[in-house]
T-cell receptor
């Protein structure tokens, strides 16, 4: 089954404790992205990747890091989480080209206390 | 900077009524997406609109795109309770998906019996 998976689905952590949210897709997509969703703000893109070892900042990259060492994986790293990073995070992947569709993971709800 | 504005942001309507959600965007794009999100769930793709004048219909939902006016509409016909959800429009500015999507803030739709 074609899918995007994220782990963990729920995470409660404390300020300053490094964490990683994993994202994996099995569709051989070139593009992957991380979004955060906050009430009243919609989804905002954090980082995106066009292929292995190629990443770029989205609209809200501060406080986040990403890496793309394998095509299928695109982890999101919070080196020193802060309470303002409490949010719902979605990973997405897509093939690119003229007719494409983004596929979204199930989401990770992060709470930073 | 690309801006995507939806209105209304909140809509409460009765079953059987018709209504339209509007999505305006600020820069040239011929690619627009509509997604549905149920509470606590991920995003589900509804429509992909790829050219001026594109119209797509699925059940009681119909989406259209006017690239000259930079406007897309999502029309709901004879609403039923099952259509209660949050609806997002998203715009691809890069042409081919390289930069990901820019989302509107979403329209929270409640359909009451």
């Amino acid at each position: 089954e074609a899918q995007v998976t994220q782990n963990p689905r729920y995470l409660i952590t404390v300020t300053g404790k490094k964490l990683t949210v994993t994202c994996s897709q099995n569709m051989n997509h070139e593009y992957m992205s991380w979004y955060r969703q906050d009430p009243g703000l919609g989804l905002r893109q954090i980082y995106y990747s066009m292929n292995v070892e190629v990443t770029d900042k989205g609209d809200v990259p501060e406080g986040y890091k990403v890496s793309r060492k394998e095509k299928r994986n695109f982890p999101l790293i919070l080196e020193s989480p802060s309470p303002n990073q409490t949010s719902l995070y979605f990973c997405a992947s897509w093939r690119g080209g003229y007719h494409y569709e983004q596929y979204f993971g199930p989401g990770t709800r992060l709470t930073v206390t | 900077e690309l801006k995507v504005e939806q209105n209304p942001l909140f809509l409460s309507m009765q079953e059987g009524k018709n209504y339209t959600i509007y999505c305006n965007y600020s820069t040239t794009s011929d690619r627009l997406y509509w997604y549905r999100q149920d509470p606590g769930k991920s995003l589900e793709s509804l429509f992909v609109l790829l050219s001026n004048g594109a119209v797509k219909q699925e059940g009681r939902l119909m989406a259209s795109l006017d690239t000259k006016a930079r406007l897309s509409t999502l029309h709901i016909t004879a609403a039923v309770h099952d259509l209660s959800a949050t609806y997002f429009c998203a715009v691809d500015m890069s042409g081919g998906g390289a930069d990901g999507l820019t989302f509107g803030k979403g329209t929270h739709l409640i359909i009451q019996p």
